[in-house]
């Protein structure tokens, strides 16, 4: 009995010691199993490493390719750029030197045109009389005033023309080229539209000088020069003051500037044909006789809008300028001072474009289309 217990009790422990050895043996196959996996693991995660490093240099190397390959097209456009407004830096400065030689030469018969277009009013320091003729202004200035007078105020109108001239000068150039077909040529609707908006842009910008220019061109004015006369308008009357008549200037500014730009144009297009050689001298007669044109069809709006910058209650609008100089003064009173200043634009339009095209030509700035 005791043997066969023992033997049972032998046979017991063996068995667990087959299961334990069994169990050992599942473990380590597990944990063999396991290092396995995890060195498969750590391969993998090295070749996806390098795989994603190889890919990364590629797609670094394929961008600086394509950087080296676009620089060249980059570095020109950017110097087309420059050269772009290169070009039209070289265009203000010449339409800013055209307008001072034109404005300047023409400074006596412009202010002349002033007083005749302002002697009737209040405000103007004279009686409605005191000028009849040109001739008869030119001798009670010249006595009165001396020599220099007939300058006064155009150092005010040089700075106001400077960049007035330039703005609408290279303007004009830039907005033929926008409105030019695919084969650069230009209709008259084309240079009519675009002369109204280079007058338009050039005096939207220089208004408030000319306002001041005006005043100073007055006698017993009253004022101590440029400064002294933005400083006391926009204290005693506001900085609305300063763009008063602005309504009308444009008003007249459109019409006038797309005539004088378009008949100059086509002017020369008829005289010199499609591609023919320009002369100078014929360009003076021309731009003499564009101008007077346009400045005769445009003038009533230019005197309502010199009444209007008057110093002090002058009209209640630009209605009300029309309506009262035509029953105070009739058709006439429109047109004072006309005959000086077709004088003055004769001289002054022939001037400011031939100047214009040959400082253009001197700073190397694009011929505009023709």
Request: charged share 20%; aromatic share 8%.
């Amino acid at each position: 009995m005791w043997i066969e217990s023992r033997r049972a009790h032998t046979t017991t422990r063996g068995a667990r010691s087959t299961a334990r050895a069994l169990e050992d043996a599942r473990t380590s196959r597990r944990e063999r199993s396991t290092a396995m996996d995890g060195d498969a693991a750590a391969r993998a995660r090295r070749w996806a490493a390098t795989k994603s490093a190889a890919t990364g240099a590629t797609r670094r190397e394929d961008a600086r390719r394509a950087t080296a390959r676009e620089a060249p097209f980059a570095a020109s456009a950017i110097a087309e750029r420059a050269w772009a407004v290169l070009d039209g830096s070289r265009s203000v400065a010449a339409g800013g030197g055209a307008g001072i030689i034109a404005r300047t030469a023409s400074a006596p018969l412009d202010r002349i045109k002033l007083l005749f277009q302002v002697q009737a009013m209040a405000s103007s320091g004279t009686s409605a009389t005191a000028y009849t003729s040109v001739g008869q202004a030119f001798r009670k200035i010249y006595a009165e005033e001396g020599i220099l007078s007939f300058w006064k105020g155009n150092g005010v109108n040089v700075i106001r023309v400077a960049p007035y001239a330039a703005a609408q000068l290279a303007s004009n150039d830039y907005y033929k080229s926008l409105l030019a077909d695919e084969q650069g040529k230009l209709g008259v609707p084309q240079r009519l539209l675009a002369g109204a908006l280079a007058g338009m842009t050039g005096t939207a910008i220089t208004h408030p000088l000319d306002t001041v220019r005006l005043r100073l061109a007055l006698p017993n004015h009253g004022y101590n020069g440029m400064m002294h006369c933005f400083g006391t308008v926009y204290r005693t009357e506001g900085v609305g003051a300063l763009y008063k008549g602005l309504g009308p200037t444009l008003a007249g500014i459109a019409p006038y500037a797309a005539i004088n730009f378009a008949s100059y144009d086509m002017a020369k297009k008829m005289y010199y044909g499609e591609n023919g050689k320009e002369d100078r001298v014929s360009n003076l007669v021309v731009g003499g006789a564009s101008g007077t044109f346009s400045a005769t069809v445009c003038y009533p709006l230019d005197t309502i809008r010199r009444r209007m910058q008057m110093k002090g209650k002058t009209y209640n609008g630009m209605y009300d300028a029309i309506t009262t100089i035509a029953r105070t003064e009739g058709v006439k009173g429109f047109f004072r001072g006309w005959a000086a200043n077709t004088l003055k634009v004769v001289p002054q339009n022939s001037i400011r474009f031939v100047s214009f095209e040959i400082l253009k030509d001197l700073f190397g700035a694009p011929a505009a289309k023709r």
